[in-house]
Nanobody, 126 residues
Framework: QVLLVESGGGSVQAGGSLRLSCAAS????????MAWFRQAPGKEREGVAG????????YYADSVKGRFTISQDNFKNTVYLQMNSLKPEDTGMYFC???????????????????WGKGTQVTVSS
């Protein structure tokens, strides 16, 4: 099993920045692919950014490309999401997800991930 714990959420003005962290514990081979998803109340959970850890390959949703950066610290077994130039539409609960397989083009599908964190709230005010 893999335990995922998110941190770093909060409230920020539009144009500000936040850095989210996802610490993974358990069997590291079960977290080869990791991703950040977000969900606003009443809306579907959507993929924001993903990373294939072995090859350090990253993926981004078009809505955040150029503003968000996903990265990893292999020693700490932690994945980060640096969020810059935040917009009110970025508001939502951000979830960390992980799976043992590499999905490539399917990275943004929530059905591809076996393990999920509890989430951390991000609120961006105008």
């Amino acid at each position: 099993q893999v335990l995922l714990v998110e941190s770093g959420g909060g409230s920020v003005q539009a144009g500000g920045s936040l850095r989210l962290s996802c610490a993974a514990s358990g069997y590291s081979y079960s977290a080869n692919s990791m991703a950040w998803f977000r969900q606003a109340p009443g809306k579907e959970r959507e993929g924001v950014a993903g990373i294939y850890r072995s090859g350090d390959i990253t993926y981004y949703a078009d809505s955040v490309k150029g503003r968000f950066t996903i990265s990893q610290d292999n020693f700490k077994n932690t994945v980060y999401l640096q969020m810059n130039s935040l917009k009110p539409e970025d508001t939502g609960m951000y979830f960390c997800a992980a799976d043992q397989r590499y999905y490539g083009g399917e990275w943004a599908s929530k059905d591809m991930y076996r393990y999920w964190g509890k989430g951390t709230q991000v609120t961006v005010s105008s």
